[in-house]
C-alpha cells in the first residue's frame, strides 16, 4: 500500500493509471448509489421471474405471475365492445331519419360509418369522398337518386345495376349510334353543352336542341334538369361523371359508360348500412 501515489493537490490516491501526464484519481462512487444499482439488478431478476421475459427458441418463458398483456387487450377489447352494444343495437332498431334526430347516436353512427368507409368505399369513391371518373363525387350536391338520408340509404344497400339483387336502382341509357346519324350525335353534344355552360358549336347547337327534345328529353326533361325517378342526370350543371365538352358528350351518347356499384346491405348488413348512409349524408352534399 506504500507504493500509491498520493495526488499532491487533492490528497486522494490515484489508480496508477496516467495518459499524458494526466492521473486517474481513486473517487470511490457513494455507498447509497451502489446499493441502488445493486437493487436494480436484484429488481430485474425477480422481474424476469415473475414476468414473461426470457426469449426461447418458439416462445418465451410465460413468468410465475402467469400475466399476458394479450389477456389485458382482450378484457380492453370486450370492455369497448359492451360499451358500444348498445349503440349497435339502437342503430339496428331504428331508422336513418331517426339516427340522425338523436345527437348522441348520430355522432356514433357518423364515426362507425366513417370507419367502414375508408375499409369499403375509399376504392371508388377516395379517401375524401371527391370521387373521380365514373365515380360521383359524394360531397357535392348532385344526386342521381336523390341525396336524402333515405335515399343515400337505399342506394347503398341495393346498389346500382347490382344484378344480384333484387331492388337494386337500374337506369340504362341506349347507345344513340344506333338511333341517330353521325351528324345528330354532334348535334345533340353540341346543345347538351350549351346547357352545362360549356363552349360549343353554336352552328349544331341549334338543330341539337330539336334533337334533344326528340330523344333525351323523355328522361333529362325538357329543360335538361334531369330526373331522380330515373336516376338521370342533371345537364345543365357543371357537374360531369364520365367528362365534360362536346367530345365528351358525343361519346357518352354515342356509346354510354354505365357503371356498377354493389348492394352492401349483404355484405355488411343492415347496421353498417344505416352508419354508412349517415356518414356520407354528414359530408354535406346530402340533403
Request: with cysteine.
Given at each position: 500500500?506504500?507504493d500509491?501515489?498520493?495526488?499532491?493537490?487533492?490528497?486522494?490516491?490515484?489508480?496508477?493509471?496516467?495518459?499524458?501526464?494526466?492521473?486517474?484519481?481513486?473517487?470511490?462512487?457513494?455507498?447509497?448509489?451502489?446499493?441502488?444499482?445493486?437493487?436494480?439488478i436484484?429488481?430485474?431478476?425477480?422481474?424476469?421471474?415473475?414476468?414473461?421475459?426470457?426469449?426461447?427458441?418458439?416462445?418465451?418463458?410465460?413468468?410465475?405471475?402467469?400475466?399476458?398483456?394479450?389477456?389485458?387487450?382482450?378484457?380492453?377489447?370486450?370492455?369497448?365492445?359492451?360499451?358500444?352494444?348498445?349503440?349497435?343495437?339502437?342503430?339496428?332498431?331504428?331508422?336513418?331519419?331517426?339516427?340522425?334526430?338523436?345527437?348522441?347516436?348520430?355522432?356514433?353512427?357518423?364515426?362507425?360509418?366513417?370507419?367502414?368507409?375508408?375499409?369499403?368505399?375509399?376504392?371508388?369513391?377516395?379517401?375524401?369522398?371527391?370521387?373521380?371518373?365514373?365515380?360521383?363525387?359524394?360531397?357535392?350536391?348532385?344526386?342521381?337518386?336523390?341525396?336524402?338520408?333515405?335515399?343515400?340509404?337505399?342506394?347503398?344497400a341495393?346498389?346500382?345495376?347490382?344484378?344480384?339483387?333484387?331492388?337494386?336502382?337500374?337506369?340504362?341509357?341506349?347507345?344513340?349510334?344506333?338511333?341517330?346519324?353521325?351528324?345528330?350525335?354532334?348535334?345533340?353534344?353540341?346543345?347538351?353543352?350549351?346547357?352545362?355552360?360549356?363552349?360549343?358549336?353554336?352552328?349544331?347547337a341549334?338543330?341539337?336542341?330539336?334533337?334533344?327534345?326528340?330523344?333525351?328529353?323523355?328522361?333529362?326533361?325538357?329543360?335538361?334538369?334531369?330526373?331522380r325517378e330515373?336516376?338521370?342526370?342533371?345537364?345543365?350543371?357543371?357537374?360531369?361523371?364520365?367528362?365534360?365538352?362536346?367530345?365528351?358528350?358525343?361519346?357518352?351518347?354515342?356509346?354510354?359508360?354505365?357503371?356498377?356499384?354493389?348492394?352492401w346491405?349483404?355484405?355488411?348488413?343492415?347496421t353498417?348500412?344505416?352508419?354508412?348512409?349517415?356518414?356520407?349524408h354528414?359530408?354535406?352534399?346530402?340533403?
Open positions: 500500500m506504500s500509491k501515489h498520493i495526488d499532491d493537490i487533492t490528497g486522494v490516491a490515484t489508480t496508477g493509471h496516467e495518459w499524458d501526464g494526466i492521473k486517474e484519481l481513486n473517487n470511490p462512487l457513494p455507498r447509497w448509489w451502489l446499493w441502488t444499482f445493486y437493487a436494480t436484484a429488481w430485474a431478476l425477480v422481474y424476469t421471474v415473475a414476468y414473461p421475459a426470457w426469449p426461447m427458441l418458439r416462445s418465451a418463458t410465460s413468468g410465475l405471475l402467469g400475466y399476458s398483456s394479450r389477456s389485458d387487450i382482450k378484457a380492453e377489447l370486450a370492455a369497448a365492445e359492451a360499451a358500444k352494444g348498445s349503440y349497435v343495437e339502437a342503430v339496428g332498431a331504428r331508422s336513418v331519419g331517426e339516427i340522425i334526430a338523436d345527437p348522441s347516436l348520430r355522432d356514433f353512427a357518423v364515426a362507425a360509418g366513417g370507419a367502414a368507409y375508408k375499409v369499403n368505399c375509399v376504392q371508388c369513391h377516395g379517401s375524401g369522398a371527391e370521387g373521380s371518373p365514373g365515380f360521383p363525387n359524394l360531397n357535392d350536391d348532385d344526386w342521381l337518386w336523390g341525396g336524402t338520408a333515405d335515399q343515400i340509404y337505399q342506394t347503398i341495393h346498389g346500382i345495376r347490382f344484378a344480384t339483387d333484387a331492388d337494386t336502382r337500374v337506369s340504362e341509357m341506349p347507345a344513340f349510334a344506333d338511333v341517330l346519324e353521325p351528324a345528330q350525335i354532334q348535334e345533340v353534344a353540341a346543345y347538351v353543352a350549351t346547357l352545362a355552360g360549356d363552349e360549343a358549336d353554336t352552328a349544331l341549334t338543330p341539337g336542341k330539336t334533337v334533344f327534345a326528340d330523344n333525351c328529353a323523355a328522361c333529362h326533361g325538357e329543360d335538361g334538369k334531369g330526373s330515373l336516376g338521370a342526370p342533371d345537364l345543365t350543371d357543371a357537374i360531369s361523371l364520365i367528362g365534360s365538352g362536346q367530345a365528351a358528350i358525343a361519346r357518352q351518347v354515342r356509346a354510354p359508360r354505365h357503371g356498377v356499384m354493389p348492394g346491405s349483404a355484405r355488411l348488413g343492415d353498417t348500412v344505416k352508419e354508412l348512409a349517415v356518414y356520407i354528414s359530408l354535406g352534399g346530402g340533403e
